[in-house]
């Protein structure tokens, strides 16, 4: 449902996206295809699950992630701008965190930040989620895609309605 609706609402910008996802393993690209005529709107993703992968694929800052390991806000901010350079896309999406079971670079499993890069606006969220592995990384992919309908259907000093029936809700994401 939220990727649909974020596919017609970026599609009523004109505006394309790109995915940056670690701990999301691909799921949130996978929402984007599942939904029909989403390559109109979907550039690509990036599946940087290695910490050094961020850095080289998404120009993710090496000492930032060396001083601060890959659970962070600042990373996640740097993989949204940095797929949206590697994609070439108006829109960047990205995810990183802990789904568990041990935690990673100093979080706990749950903690996870979600990143939106726009033209007008970047926003980074932290999410501190229950559950077990598989319900982390799920709840993880939801977040970023509410995330992103809210800054694309939502700019500062913009209020656009697109045209949902181009696509139809086919996932729950």
């Known amino acids: 449902m939220t990727a649909a609706r974020l596919l017609a609402a970026a599609a009523a910008r004109g505006w394309t996206l790109g995915v940056a996802e670690s701990l999301t393993g691909g799921l949130v690209t996978a929402a984007l295809v599942s939904v029909p005529g989403a390559s109109s709107v979907l550039r690509g ?5 290695a910490t050094d992968l961020k850095a080289e694929m998404l120009g993710v800052d090496a000492e930032l992630l060396a001083e601060r390991g890959a659970v962070d806000e600042a990373v996640a901010a740097q993989m949204a701008a940095g ?17 568990g079971p041990e935690p990673q670079d100093g979080q706990e499993p749950g903690v996870v930040f979600v990143a939106v890069s726009t033209p007008v606006a970047t926003e980074v ?28 259907s939502e700019s500062p000093g913009e209020n656009l309605e697109a045209d949902q029936s181009a696509f139809p809700e086919v996932t729950d994401m």
């Open 45 to 49: 993703g990036v599946v940087a699950y």
């Open 83 to 99: 797929v949206r350079k590697a994609t070439g896309a108006d829109v960047g999406l990205a995810t990183t965190g802990v789904a």
């Open 125 to 152: 969220h932290r999410l501190d989620l229950d559950g077990d592995r598989s319900r982390v990384i799920g709840d993880a992919a939801r977040g970023v895609l509410e995330l992103a309908l809210m800054l694309v």
